[in-house]
């Protein structure tokens, strides 16, 4: 991947016969994987147990994870630090949560992995935060954002109209308009910056209004 922003996102174009019987139900196949992307990434569940007899009832509420937001950005505004392995975690959780996202995309016919990268290419470089992030920066980020969350509803709906349509293509030419794969590749790309900037706080660099890697 070439670019100048810090952030980088591409995805393999799958030139060759996609899976036609695992894209025409692609938004049920997804499911075992997005169950388990939302057990990471800081869903939650509550299961009630009643007892008729007795009338006791018990609730039991599972979730973990999720992207780390306040620890990250307290360290780096009191400490000016971030942990590497909070970083690591924070972007393999992207990382992992893209694969998913673009498996939904139909980007890929393969399944998603929890680890392997498959044919996403997602680098974001570990800043050094003396040096490479401003301490009371973070503090904003998520309002500087804002003009990027505006554009990025329109593209999302765009981006769902080209998957519609490519979800069409395969079923009847087993390939991935490329147009339509770079364009909501592009749109991947511009959210996950988005992302990185706001909200991983991993830069300071913010995000161009662009598709282009």
Known sequence: MTGSHPVQLDVEYPDRQLNRLTTAFRIFTIIPIAIV????????????????????????VAGAGGILFAGPLLMIVFRQRYPRWWFDWNLELTRFSSRVALYGALLDDRYPSTDERQSLL?????PDATTDLNRWLPLVKWFLGIPHYIVLVFLGIAAL??????????LFTGRYP???????????RWSVRVEAYAFLLATDRYPPFSLKP
């Open 122 to 126: 997602l680098d974001v470089p570990y």
């Open 161 to 170: 109209v080209c998957v519609v349509i490519a979800w069409f293509a395969i």
């Open 178 to 188: 490329r147009a339509l794969f770079d364009f909501v590749v592009g749109v991947g």
């Open 37 to 60: 992307l939302g057990a990471v990434s800081g869903g939650a569940w509550s299961f009630t147990i009643g007892n008729g007899a007795t009338e006791t009832t018990t609730t039991i």
